[in-house]
């Protein structure tokens, strides 16, 4: 049923009910963190990812709501408009140029330099690959230097008495990094991920709602939004869970047995990237949804065998590997179905018994960035189509329900993402909020002028909050990489960083897998022990530089 045409008056008071709405959201959050800022006395005293919000993502509070009442004129939602038109017709160029803007981004913006452990474990695993092995191989003697006590175990496995070097994440995203890492392009791959990103929403956009106009406001909706394209110029794993979710939910719009074995294909690939977790959030819903149709046994038995080669190789059987590789279980003969089962059983022991630094509050923080990561207004008119196609029966339930079960599951655990850009936990369902956007607007009165205002939201967005939020993410990580100890003389070989002094400093000890630089970064375990391990190991080395945030050691200039 087509809805009617509604009054000029009331076509203008929806898009002000929204920007009314969202605006009063944006000032609350800002009052939170105008409160959470003035009880600490120090920004880089804090965890990361309370930091992040309170002193970087607090200051895009003013043009967020500047956002929001600009694009009440009519010439920003005429041009809102167009730019969703043009996007709709044309997703190829769309693509294409999303790649070569996030490549540039990643040298500008990102440095070419994997921030995190969770980044640089990616990197470090995929170099392995690279090489044709499973792991690395550091010298035992150093091995405690390279990987300290506290580190091992939640980034890096490795053998005291072997040297053995393995990342702790399941293999996928590093599989795929590898060809990359061996053409010494790594920073593409995310690019590439999000070019690959359009296409696929343009085609959900289009399933669901069978219009160009419609799915160009999708990819309007989900390039404009800082939380994506930030993402993309990283070497997080995040982007490639959004982009398997989404292909995931595309095959499975119409099930049928064949769509659903690619769906499991694509499902299996999703859940082996870095963990089980977000896949397995996102796609619980949608494994209920299957079990209510009529055609139950034939198309799930389908899905789980494609499914199941993926799962098994590059899942479970390389968690079982890398307890080997690392020395906790002794021989490969000695893994039995009782280890493993008390391995899995350890595993989620650890995941629901860390309590995160940030607290329980840590997963408001985590909707405040949610909201303000993305196109303004996006999140409310979400919420309000997620609310008009309650009852709509096909895969709006199971969409809506893997954005609710992925963002209260990890609301109920005290788990903070740490380092990462937007609300990295939920980025796995992001592609519900433009989905469910659109719906919102599909459903409403005809004439109404909010799928005009959403779209300039996102023109503005796309020009303006993604500009600010990528100046500050290139002076985060440039003012981390000035922590590195520097040299005045000679040529450095050994840098050793005392994490003592600096903010998150020990994330720039990162070394290849192999030892293969020409420089390995140590964190100190103090001046003396430091020159003794010197004189062990790297006799033919002298202090170079030496100052309060660490060493370098190296070849003094002739």
């Known amino acids: 049923m087509t809805p009617a045409a509604a009054p000029p008056i009331a076509r203008c008071r929806q898009a002000q009910g929204v920007a009314a709405i969202s605006i009063g959201v944006t000032a609350l959050i800002a009052l939170i963190l105008v409160h959470q800022r003035a009880g600490v006395r120090n920004p880089f005293g804090v965890p990361v990812f309370r930091h992040l919000i309170l002193f970087q993502d607090y200051y895009a509070v003013l043009p967020f709501i500047v956002i929001l009442l600009a694009a009440l004129a009519q010439p920003v939602r005429a041009f809102g408009l167009q730019l969703a038109g043009w996007c709709g017709r044309h997703p190829g160029p769309v693509a294409l140029a999303t790649i070569v803007v996030l490549a540039f981004g990643g040298h500008a913006v990102y440095h070419l330099h994997p921030l995190s452990m969770d980044e640089y474990t990616a990197v470090f695993q995929s170099k392995i690959f690279a090489e044709g092995r499973l792991t690395g191989a550091w010298p035992p003697a150093l091995a405690d230097w390279l990987a300290p006590s506290w580190l091992q175990g939640r980034f890096i496995r490795m053998s005291a008495a072997s040297g053995a070097a393995v990342s702790s994440y399941w293999p996928g995203f590093a599989l795929l990094l590898a060809p990359f890492t061996a053409l010494q392009v790594p920073w593409l791959l995310n690019p590439l991920v999000g070019g690959a990103t359009v296409l696929v929403m343009h085609r959900l956009g289009t399933a669901l709602f069978e219009t160009e106009e419609s799915a160009g406001l999708v990819v309007l909706l989900t390039l404009a939004s800082p939380a994506v394209t930030i993402n993309a110029i990283s070497y997080y794993s995040m982007p490639a869970h959004f982009l398997a979710n989404a292909l995931f939910a595309l095959l499975l719009l119409r099930p049928a047995p064949v769509r659903a074995a690619f769906a499991g294909f694509v499902g299996s690939i999703a859940l082996v990237l870095h963990s089980p977790a977000p896949h397995l959030l996102f796609a619980l819903p949608w494994f209920i949804w299957l079990l209510l149709r009529p055609d139950r046994l034939r198309v799930l038995a389908w899905l789980l065998a494609g499914y199941l080669p993926f799962a098994l190789l590059l899942g479970w059987g390389w968690s079982f590997f890398i307890e080997t590789a690392a020395g906790r279980l002794g021989p490969a003969t000695a893994l039995t179905a009782g280890n493993a089962l008390a391995i899995l059983i350890g595993k989620l022991q650890g995941v629901a018994g860390w309590t995160s630094e940030t607290g329980h509050g840590g997963q408001l923080y985590g909707l405040a960035k949610l909201w303000l990561w993305a196109v303004p207004g996006l999140v409310a008119v979400a919420a309000m189509g997620a609310w008009r196609v ?60 909010l799928p005009g205002y959403l779209a300039g939201c996102a023109a503005l967005s796309l020009a303006f909050l993604t500009t600010l939020f990528a100046l500050q993410v290139e002076h ?73 945030n660490g060493t370098v050691w190296g070849v003094p200039a002739p």
């Open 390 to 449: 309650r009852r709509s029966g096909g895969a709006w339930l199971p969409l809506i329900g893997s954005a609710l079960l992925t963002y209260f599951a990890f609301f109920l655990v005290p788990f903070d993402q740490g380092h990462g850009w937007g609300f990295r936990y939920f980025h796995s369902a992001w592609l519900v909020l433009p989905l469910l956007a659109v719906a919102a607007l599909q459903r409403g009165e005809t004439g109404s002028r």
């Open 476 to 548: 985060f990580i440039a003012k981390h990489l000035s922590q590195l100890p520097a040299q005045t003389r000679g040529s450095a070989r050994v840098i050793f960083i005392d994490r003592a002094v600096g903010y998150y400093a020990w994330d720039l000890a990162q070394n290849d897998p192999f030892l293969r630089n020409q420089v390995i970064r140590l964190i100190s375990r103090g001046p003396q022990l430091d020159k003794e391990m010197m004189a062990r190991h790297f006799p033919q080395f002298s202090t170079l530089d030496a100052a309060p």
